[in-house]
C-alpha cells in the first residue's frame, strides 16, 4: 500500500520559513518523480515544486527563489524548505509521486498539510 505523508505545516508569520516533509512508504522511491503542489480553496491545485530521479529541480514562477525541493533516497523522503514566505503561499500542501517511467498509472497523492502565512 502506497503512503505519502506530509508534515511540517503550520502557522507563520509573513518573512518566516517553514521546511515541510513526505515521507514515502510502499513504493520504490527512487525510481518515481516527486513534488509538491498547493491549494487553495476554489483554485485548481498547481504545481509548486518538483525533483526527478537525476535531482533535477524545477519551480514554479512564484516561488523561484523562495522555495528548494530536496529528495533523500535512503530515507525515502522528500522536502520543502519555504523561505521569504508570503501570505499568498498559504494554501494546503501536497506531495505527489509519480514513477518516472509509468507516469499516471503509478501517480499518487498524500492527504496535505496547511500551510497559513498571516501576522
Known amino acids: 500500500q502506497v503512503q505519502l505523508v506530509e508534515s511540517g505545516g503550520g502557522l507563520v508569520q509573513p518573512g518566516g520559513s517553514l521546511r515541510l516533509s513526505c515521507a514515502a512508504s510502499?513504493?520504490?522511491?527512487?525510481?518515481?518523480?516527486m513534488a509538491w503542489g498547493r491549494q487553495v480553496p476554489g483554485k485548481e491545485r498547481e504545481l509548486v515544486a518538483s525533483?526527478?530521479?537525476?535531482?533535477?529541480?524545477n519551480y514554479a514562477d512564484s516561488v523561484k527563489g523562495r522555495f528548494t525541493i530536496t529528495r533523500d533516497n535512503a530515507e525515502n523522503t522528500m522536502y520543502l524548505q519555504m523561505n521569504s514566505l508570503k501570505p499568498e503561499d498559504t494554501a494546503v500542501y501536497y506531495c505527489?509521486?509519480?514513477?518516472?517511467?509509468?507516469?499516471?498509472?503509478?501517480?499518487?497523492w498524500g492527504q496535505g498539510t496547511q500551510v497559513t502565512v498571516s501576522s
Open positions: 510502499g513504493i520504490t522511491f527512487s525510481n518515481y518523480v
Open positions: 525533483i526527478n530521479i537525476g535531482e533535477r529541480t
Open positions: 505527489n509521486a509519480k514513477h518516472y517511467r509509468l507516469g499516471p498509472t503509478y501517480n499518487y
